[in-house]
């Protein structure tokens, strides 16, 4: 079983860099899919990043060249690195890892771009 746990959001203005982060207590974290959705309010939750367990990643074309998705299996820890930050990027940011018919989701962590 996974449990998910994100840190790292709050305000910044309209240019400048957040870095997330998402705590996983299971024992076999590298072995998940894991990705970044975000939810802005009157929207669907949408994916921002995905990195499988291969390594392969996915960005969404809207933050393509501004965010990068890492992971550090050894700290069970994923991150999203978010330079370039635009107002349009506000949402809650939700961490969630996936294997086989099995998805577990983070609480959420609110980012807020605004001067």
């Known amino acids: 079983q996974m449990q998910l746990v994100e840190s790292g959001g709050g305000l910044v203005q309209p240019g400048g860099s957040l870095r997330l982060s998402c705590v996983g207590s299971?024992?076999?974290?590298?072995?998940?899919?894991m990705g970044w959705y975000r939810q802005a309010p009157g929207n669907e939750r949408e994916l921002v990043a995905q990195?499988?367990?291969?390594?392969?990643?996915n960005y969404a074309d809207s933050v393509k060249g501004r965010f990068t998705i890492s992971r550090d299996n050894a700290k069970r820890t994923l991150y999203l690195q978010m330079n370039s930050l635009k107002p349009e990027d506000t949402a809650v940011y939700y961490c969630?890892?996936?294997?086989?018919?099995?998805?577990?989701w983070g609480q959420g962590t609110q980012v807020t771009v605004s001067r």
């Open positions: 969630n890892a996936a294997i086989s018919s099995w998805d577990f």
């Open positions: 299971g024992s076999i974290f590298s072995i998940y899919a």
């Open positions: 990195i499988a367990a291969s390594g392969s990643i």
